[in-house]
């Protein structure tokens, strides 16, 4: 399974964007999809969960982001949206999309890509 990210860019603090994902490759492993997520990680950081969506749509947040990110899931088009209200310096980071197949063992990664805060 192949992920591509789309939607970064440079935001000021309280500003919004909104981060797709596109899951491409084996249609039979694509709809074996499990769970789809966010991560992030920013400079000199670990790679941290931003948001979950299970396919069945439900959700799990970083207690960072609750109240301001949304997560959402178009299971009919492979894709995984994640809308991001009030923005922060602090979320400044790359954004990595990915995917579980739990049956399959199978645990996708997208290139990534960055989302720029400014106070």
């Known amino acids: 399974v192949q992920l591509q990210a789309f939607g970064g860019g440079l935001v000021q603090s309280g500003g919004s964007l909104r981060l797709a994902c596109a899951a491409s490759?084996?249609?039979?492993?694509?709809?074996?999809?499990?769970?789809m997520g966010w991560y992030r990680q920013a400079p000199g950081k670990q790679r941290e969960l931003v948001a979950t969506?299970?396919?069945?749509?439900?959700?799990n947040y970083a207690d960072s982001v609750k109240g301001r990110f949304t997560i959402s899931r178009d299971n009919a088009k492979k894709m995984v949206f994640l809308q991001m209200n009030s923005l922060k310096p602090e979320d400044t980071a790359v954004y990595y999309c990915?995917?579980?197949?739990?049956?399959?063992?199978?645990?996708?990664w997208g290139q990534g890509t960055q989302v720029t805060v400014s106070s």
């Open positions: 490759g084996s249609s039979f492993l694509i709809n074996s999809i499990n769970d």
């Open positions: 969506i299970t396919s069945g749509g439900s959700t």
């Open positions: 990915n995917a579980k197949i739990t049956s399959w063992h199978v645990d996708s």
